[in-house]
């Protein structure tokens, strides 16, 4: 009884101990798991911290913080700490770095540090910085650069926000008012927001009244506005609304002399693929010599888009054009176009259109399109040349004959 006694506490007490051993490896490993995710977590957190766009330089218009003095708001600044006694939260820290931005008060920046911040702003399209630094901008009565100026101008248009495109407008007003004259009052940043909103015939007024009087800075900046205008137009809006952005093309012709906005309403006009709008073209090119003359200076470039999209029933057009005001040679570098887009794809009956298109207009091509018209009748053989064709014949007659001998 006495050795049955000792051998079951030794079992026992050998059973205990092998389940202590399996208790302390799995709580160490537990322990040691839950160490390497908090790491893994952090580092997650600080990489997306890192990329993260939204954790930026932040502008807030706190009129409490900008009421107490410096030192006190930089006592007031929050700061993010993790108390020691809670469970570790990612999603806490986060939330509490992104509801309390860091303060900027640009009272206290130069020209360009403002100026860095409104353009950042601008181009990553975050529309509530914009408003903030604005905000600041109207409180504090200052203005970024010019440059800077016009974007955060032409912002607020398309963004057809009228209340702080007028408050802005009249903060230049006040500030640099010799920019406002010079930039035609700004009228043409009233001709975009009207623009967008849909007021297209009040919109195209405002341009042409702010083209009257603008410099050569600004009619550049108008003329970038007034290419979305086209581009907005072409195969979109009405008719009407096409002949209204066109009178303002001739508007600029005739009074400007100024023929880019007509130029270009009449290529994407004659390039467009409703025939309403390529008939415009027509009449606007039988209208205007001046037109003509343009047109003729682009015709490369002209020519060269069509073909690039396999377009050639509107580069024969062209030439209809050309041909009805006898501009000749117009007519031969269309062809010379047509005849080289042709023979690169190999069309011998395309290029013998042309070349007998060009004898019967007394449009004489250059002899080089001759031989490549050769090329292409004759094959591979017309490029062989006569020492090739020669070399067989000599081995021919230097052959000797072989006899057999029967004796």
Known sequence: MNNMAFLTHRSLQSTYHWI???????????????KSTNVDAIDSFISE???NKSLKWKVINDSKQQLLPRKAVEATEPVVSIPRKSQFRLTQIYDDLTSNP???NIDQLEQYH????VE???KERNKKDVN????????????PSKEVLCMLLEYLANDTDRVRLQLLMALCREVIPDFVTNSSNLLHYNGLLLWKNGSSLQSLNCFKESLRVCDSDTKLIINRMLIDVVDETIGKKSEAVLLAVIEVGEFCLQDLNDEFLLCYSWEKSFRSQWFS???????????HKKLRDAVAKRLPKICFICLQEFKT?????????FLKHEMMPQCRQVLIRLFEYQYYRRDLRACSEIIRNSIELDIPLPDVCNRKLLNLLLGPAYHKSPTQTSVPKQKDKLKVKNYELKF
């Not at 202590?20 to 798991?33: E, K, Q, T």
């Not at 029933?313 to 054009?321: D, G, I, K, N, W």
């Open 277 to 287: 709008d390529q008939e415009v073209a027509k009449k606007l090119f039988d209208k």
């Open 132 to 143: 903030l630094l604005f905000d600041q901008m109207n409180q504090y009565r200052k203005i």
């Open 102 to 104: 860091i303060v900027i």
């Open 49 to 51: 911290l890192m990329e």
């Open 114 to 117: 403002i100026d860095n911040l």
């Open 313 to 321: 029933e509107q580069v024969y057009q062209l030439m209809e054009l």
């Open 120 to 122: 950042t702003a601008i």
């Open 20 to 34: 202590s051993l399996r208790n302390i490896w799995f709580i160490n490993m537990v322990a040691g798991h839950g």
